[in-house]
C-alpha cells in the first residue's frame, strides 16, 4: 500500500466519522419526538389506565381482543378509507392537472405557482374554519348567491354522505398543492425532446401525455400518493371543527374515534390501542406502496 492510498483510506475515514457526528442531532430528536412517544403508546395500549378510575395493574391484550368487536372502531376504518381513499385521488388528480397547466408558463407566470401553494401554507384549524362557514347555510356567501336566483344549496352538514363530501372538499383544496409541486417538479425534468418526436411522428397532446409523459411520472405519482394517503389518516382538525364527527358517529375516522375514547370517554389505554392500530395499518401501507415504487423505478 502507498503512502498515497493510504492517505486517501485515511481522509475517507476522517470524512465518514464526521458524517455520523452530523446525523447525531437527528438520530437524538427522532428518539426524542417519535421513538419514545410511540413506545409510551404502545405501553399504555397494553395497560387498564383509566382518566379517572387510575389504573388496577393490570396489563394484557384485553384492549386488543375489544378492538376485534367494536363496531364504532369499524364504521371509522370505513369513514377514514372512504376520505383517504376519495380525498387523495382527487389531490393527486387536480395536482397532476394544475402541474401540466403550469408547465409551460411557470417560467413566464411564476406567480401563479405561489399562488396555487397559498392553500398548503394556510393551517389546516383556519381552512377548516374557512369551509365551516362556507358549508353553513347562513353564514355561506355561496348560499346567499344562489339565494338571490332561487336556487337552493344542499346542508352538506346534515346527512353523512355530504358531511364527508364536505371533509373531503376541504382536504382536497388544501393540499392538491403538494402533489402539483411535486408532479411539476417531475415534468420540468421529462425531456421535452420526447414530447417533440411524438409530435413529429403525428401524436396528439393527449396520447403524448397518456403513453409517454405519465409512465414517466409514474414513481412521482406513487411518492405523491404515497405521502398524501399516509398523512390523510390524520382527518382529525377538519373533522373537529366541520362535522366534530356528526351528524351521529357518521364522520368519525379512526384517529378521531382514538380522541373519543382517550379524552371524552376518559379510557386512554384503549385510544392507545386504537392509535397503535392506526400506527400499524399506516406502516402496512408505506411499505406497500414503497415496494410498488421500487418495482416502477427498477
Not at 427522532?30 to 399504555?44: E, K, R, S, T, Y
Not at 380522541?259 to 392506526?278: D, E, H, K, P, R
Amino acid at each position: 500500500m502507498t503512502q498515497a492510498t493510504s492517505k486517501r483510506r485515511g481522509a475517507t475515514y476522517e470524512l465518514e466519522r464526521g458524517y455520523r457526528r452530523m446525523i447525531i442531532p437527528a438520530i437524538l430528536a427522532v428518539a426524542i419526538f417519535a421513538i419514545v412517544p410511540l413506545a409510551g403508546m404502545l405501553a399504555l395500549s397494553f395497560s387498564d389506565y383509566h382518566l379517572i378510575r387510575g389504573s388496577k395493574g393490570e396489563f394484557g391484550f384485553h384492549n386488543f381482543a375489544r378492538l376485534l368487536s367494536d363496531q364504532r372502531l369499524v364504521n371509522s376504518i370505513y369513514v377514514m378509507s372512504v376520505l383517504s381513499i376519495f380525498g387523495v385521488a382527487a389531490q393527486v388528480v387536480i395536482g397532476t392537472a394544475v402541474a401540466v397547466g403550469l408547465q409551460k408558463i411557470v417560467g413566464k407566470w411564476r406567480l401563479g405557482r405561489v399562488l396555487f401553494l397559498v392553500p398548503y401554507a394556510v393551517p389546516h384549524v383556519a381552512v377548516a374554519l374557512i369551509w365551516l362557514s362556507l358549508f353553513t347555510p347562513t353564514l355561506s356567501p355561496i348560499n346567499a348567491f344562489f339565494d338571490l336566483f332561487g336556487f337552493t344549496v344542499p346542508t352538506f352538514l346534515t346527512t353523512q354522505n355530504d358531511a364527508m363530501f364536505a371533509i373531503i372538499v376541504a382536504d382536497t383544496w388544501t393540499n392538491f398543492p403538494f402533489a402539483m409541486l411535486i408532479i411539476l417538479a417531475a415534468l420540468q425534468g421529462i425531456s421535452t425532446d420526447l414530447d417533440e418526436a411524438a409530435a413529429i411522428d403525428g401524436a396528439s397532446r393527449v396520447k403524448t401525455f397518456i403513453f409517454i409523459t405519465l409512465p414517466l411520472l409514474m414513481p412521482a405519482l406513487l411518492m405523491v400518493t404515497l405521502f398524501r394517503f399516509i398523512d390523510s389518516l390524520k382527518h382529525f382538525p377538519m373533522i373537529f371543527v366541520i362535522t366534530k364527527g356528526g351528524p351521529g358517529r357518521s364522520t368519525q375516522a379512526t384517529n378521531f374515534y382514538a380522541y373519543v375514547q382517550t379524552f371524552q370517554n376518559s379510557n386512554v389505554a384503549y385510544g392507545a390501542a386504537i392509535a397503535v392500530l392506526l400506527f400499524l395499518m399506516a406502516a402496512l401501507i408505506s411499505f406497500y406502496v414503497a415496494r410498488l415504487n421500487q418495482r416502477v423505478s427498477q
